[in-house]
DNA sequence: AGACCGTATGTAAACGCTAACCTATCGTTT
DNA sequence: AAACGATAGGTTAGCGTTTACATACGGTCT
């Protein structure tokens, strides 16, 4: 007997009937002890533990979920999972969901919106609590009568500007693309080109509104030749810089909205037999991995992947608690990373 | 009414229940359409799959996973998820679970055994059907122990030398090894390194002995000098070819166990002032995204790992339906992807 | 002393589904 | 014509929890 209990796996996992009457108790208090609810005098609530730590009982996930409402699982839709960018958020609310005994439920949308919507529909009731939307390809208002009808959810990185009762967290888009540019003007480059996401897109509002803040306030001019939109991948970043860099005056400096973009620009410029920095310099942003292994090192803009992850799931948990969000909307500060691929323009004094 | 049904969405979503009364038959019908089992006319049929689209109703997972046995919930075990290599892995992962109608429910283990090993137990029962353990810290014989228990599942990359009957997928490491080393004598590299995994690993292992092989058959000696041993992360592969390069005689090629080592020994080449291919020649192994954007693009073998996470999922669905597995290991064909960072050795005629 | 409250615990009814068991009908075979 | 198997579909008992409700036992207050 005593071995069985040791390894703490059995055939038939044990049930709480069965530890309520190896406490000697009801399966009512065992419930009240293993979920710290309602009364339980000191006395029992030890004997119950310790009967539920010998035996290695835990509750079966499905029943409570059943009979609670509530499962313990979130889930979490993002667009794909493999890149860098996403694979960080994800490892950041697992963790987090993790240290809250709750687990993920991983839904890949690939880019396929019915299935994203319907997706949701089905996971939120009978399998999932609640759910954490990275970058959700539904509306705003397809989101606002998901919220109506009772679904609970938080939005990392939105995509578009939504409605302003979803929770949100995201990145400081545009003080960090200020930052980047701010860099670039300072070390006197004054044609700088940006390569930015698709249109309409957050990212790319935002990060161009702080690029353009950042030129106005050193008086420099708005070039619309120097802005080509992209699609956040690298083959994009190519095609965009090689775009740049046959232009007649081409830019000395290039501010991609993502470290994709940058590294495809790195790529163009390679090609040309350009060198960077020395005739090009190359700003990224997101700071993935890669940003450390290219040649030089990518000069980018931080964004705290893995932390927006963990406040998603923070703001998810008091969504939970029905907490009132005071702060419905996090903004995560990001921070210019200098390396080796920004340097002062040759052509320059 | 009807603009509620076409919303697809409720309050508290329709159960069986309703859904048969709609139909105007019983909740047993139902299930039985739901889950194709058991008799039904078609004629029946297709009222009730009518019915269930009208009002899009699925399934609450919890009560079909306390009345069935069955969550359609799949755990994934993998010590992290944001390197490239674990990522690339569970989206196959997910990708083939989804195409099942199942989900996955991750957990990180973060290197820490006894996390894992209660995490499985947890999860096994109550929470998920069966599990797919991505490079486990487990011994053969935690493994059998729970095989033994009845717990099913599948290892994906078998970290150590596992009890024959646990169904694993692998890649083929040692022919994946035999080709790197192979195209670099063909070459003519002579004096050719490897930096290879921890010891005790089957990747590590495997890949030496492919490597052996292919020396021994192109009859090379084998030296002891030129086998350094390390971690499998950047940092070590950088320190590992510097004390390669250090060497009285140092090698011509240098032949990491992964790409992230590689890369190390690029960043190490690339500090000595050494030029890659004309100096120095690396190969890497896995063929993550990385190798591509580095410059010179990483020359590696690739591993197709998408399709071993698939692959993984494929043997799992075997196992639950309760198939015998006459193919218990299966071993998936690795590549050699020839790349700029590999070119005959200089000091040669 | 009775009323009342706070604490402690037990009892049992859901929760939504599946599957075992039952009944009924309709050929087809003997 | 009886027997049987295949098909069709209804009834209902769980699955393992949680939680509303009921009960019981001190104290404390009036």
New binding site residues.
């Given amino acids: 007997m005593t071995s069985q209990k040791l390894t703490g796996v059995r055939d ?6 069965e ?2 009457a190896f406490a ?9 002890v ?2 710290s ?9 030890r004997t119950v533990e310790r009967v539920v730590r010998e035996y290695g ?4 996930r ?3 979920g ?5 499962t313990g699982l979130v889930g979490v839709t993002v667009p794909l999972i493999h890149p860098a960018y996403f694979s960080v958020i994800i490892a950041g609310v697992t963790e987090a969901l993790y240290e809250q005994d709750m687990r993920i439920v991983l839904c890949p949308t690939l880019h396929e919106h019915d299935r994203e919507v319907s997706l949701l529909e089905r996971l939120m009731h ?1 399998t999932t609590d609640c759910a954490l939307l990275v970058l959700p390809e539904e509306s705003s208002s397809e989101l606002r009568t998901l919220m109506q009808h009772g679904f609970r959810f938080v939005v990392v990185d939105p995509r578009m500007r939504i409605d302003e009762r979803v929770p949100t967290v995201s990145a400081a888009h545009s003080a960090g693309a200020n930052q980047a540019t701010t860099h670039l003007l300072e070390l006197g480059h004054r044609r700088i080109a940006v390569i930015t996401g698709p249109e309409g897109w957050m990212a790319t509002d935002e990060r161009l509104r702080g690029h353009r803040a950042a030129l106005a306030s050193a008086g420099a001019l708005p070039n619309g030749a120097l802005v080509v939109e992209s699609n956040f991948e690298v083959e994009g970043g190519r095609a965009a810089a090689a775009q740049l860099l046959d232009l007649a005056e081409p830019p000395t400096a290039i501010f991609a909205f993502n470290d994709q973009l940058a590294i495809g620009a790195m790529q163009a410029a390679l090609e040309r037999g350009m060198r960077v920095p020395e005739e090009l310099s190359i700003v990224g942003f997101d700071d993935t991995a890669e940003a450390q292994i290219v040649t030089p090192r990518l000069t980018t803009v931080h964004q705290p992947l893995a932390e927006i992850g963990r406040m998603g799931v923070s703001l998810l948990t008091r969504l939970l608690e029905n907490q009132r969000l005071e702060a419905l909307h996090v903004e995560l500060e990001t921070k210019l990373v200098k390396r080796g691929s920004t340097a002062p323009p040759r052509v320059l004094a």
């Fill in positions: 038939g996992r044990y049930t709480i009937r530890i309520a000697g108790v009801s399966t009512a208090t065992v419930s009240r293993v979920n609810s309602g009364y339980v005098s000191p006395e029992t609530r009982y835990s509750a079966n499905s029943a409570r059943l009979s609670a409402g509530r009978g």
